[in-house]
């Protein structure tokens, strides 16, 4: 019995070369599976990490870009303020009146109205004019809010105004009426109609409009004038609240 296991275990040490070859052959395929398995799971694993690592570096550049915008377009609003108040201040309102740039941030062409993005926090108070960079009146505050307020304007039906030679009273849609003008004043299509002053609501000189149209008869003591209004509602985005004059 111990000569037999003598005998295995001289004839192991003798075929140890022979036996490792064999499994190592038999095993080969397998560990080539398993090495490509792992090899694919690695590589599957490295690509998610990649595309995760992308996607996260994409929100992040969207998101730049997105602040990136938003700079941009602040920087050209304040542009834009700043060239209405350098023209402001080239036909010098500014030196005549203490003024609050604002933004039409809305327009009810049906009311005669607008609404602009200033409001109590800002100074402003009920019947404060409207006026454009131009000098053009545009109408006046009608309702205070915190952050906004409501404009009518001059061609409003509850509108009136003192003007040069009468009383500018508004008829709703965009129209103006020239009334109570002396029978015996001149005046003419294409002449300007500026504000008098006289009624302390407005400061004197503010362009209202140009005269279209003289209605004038014999028997009447006054003579009527249609305006057409100098100032564009559609054009409209910037205007100028007199904070005090």
Same mark, same amino acid.
């Given at each position: 019995?111990?000569?037999?296991?003598?005998?295995?275990?001289?004839?192991?040490?003798?075929?140890?070369?022979?036996?490792?070859?064999?499994?190592?052959?038999?095993?080969?395929?397998?560990?080539?599976?398993?090495?490509?398995?792992?090899?694919?799971?690695?590589?599957?694993?490295?690509?998610?990490?990649?595309?995760?690592?992308?996607?996260?570096?994409?929100?992040?550049?969207?998101?730049?870009?997105?602040?990136?915008?938003?700079?941009?377009?602040?920087?050209?609003?304040?542009?834009?303020?700043?060239?209405?108040?350098?023209?402001?201040?080239?036909?010098?309102?500014?030196?005549?009146?203490? $003024?609050?740039?604002?933004?039409?941030?809305?327009?009810?062409?049906?009311?005669?109205?607008?609404?602009?993005?200033?409001?109590?926090?800002?100074? $402003?108070?009920?019947?404060?004019?409207?006026?454009?960079?131009?000098?053009?009146?545009?109408?006046?505050?009608?309702?205070?809010?915190?952050?906004?307020?409501?404009?009518?304007?001059?061609?409003?039906?509850?509108?009136?105004?003192?003007?040069?030679?009468?009383?500018?009273?508004?008829?709703?849609?965009?129209?103006?009426?020239?009334?109570?003008?002396?029978?015996?004043?001149?005046?003419?299509?294409?002449?300007?109609?500026?504000?008098?002053?006289?009624?302390?609501?407005?400061?004197?000189?503010?362009?209202?409009?140009?005269?279209?149209?003289?209605?004038?008869?014999?028997?009447?003591?006054?003579?009527?004038?249609?305006?057409?209004?100098?100032?564009?509602?559609?054009?409209?985005?910037?205007?100028?609240?007199?904070?005090?004059?």
């Amino acid at each position: 019995m111990i000569v037999i296991v003598v005998l295995i275990i001289v004839l192991l040490n003798l075929f140890q070369k022979e036996v490792k070859s064999f499994f190592y052959y038999i095993s080969s395929p397998i560990q080539k599976v398993l090495w490509r398995i792992g090899g694919r799971a690695s590589d599957f694993l490295e690509s998610f990490l990649r595309t995760k690592n992308l996607k996260r570096e994409a929100d992040e550049l969207k998101l730049k870009n997105q602040e990136l915008l938003s700079q941009i377009i602040a920087l050209e609003e304040q542009k834009k303020e700043n060239n209405i108040l350098r023209e402001a201040l080239g036909i010098g309102l500014q030196k005549e009146f203490k $003024l609050a740039l604002a933004q039409v941030i809305g327009k009810d062409i049906s009311q005669d109205s607008i609404l602009i993005n200033k409001g109590v926090q800002d100074g $402003l108070l009920k019947d404060m004019p409207i006026i454009t960079e131009q000098n053009v009146l545009v109408g006046r505050v009608s309702e205070v809010y915190d952050r906004f307020s409501k404009v009518l304007l001059i061609s409003h039906k509850d509108s009136s105004l003192d003007a040069e030679l009468g009383v500018v009273r508004g008829q709703g849609n965009f129209n103006l009426l020239f009334d109570l003008i002396p029978r015996e004043q001149k005046i003419f299509p294409g002449d300007m109609v500026v504000t008098s002053g006289l009624d302390n609501d407005f400061p004197k000189g503010l362009l209202i409009g140009q005269i279209k149209e003289v209605k004038k008869n014999d028997v009447e003591p006054f003579q009527q004038a249609e305006i057409e209004p100098a100032f564009n509602i559609s054009q409209i985005e910037k205007v100028f609240i007199i904070l005090e004059f």
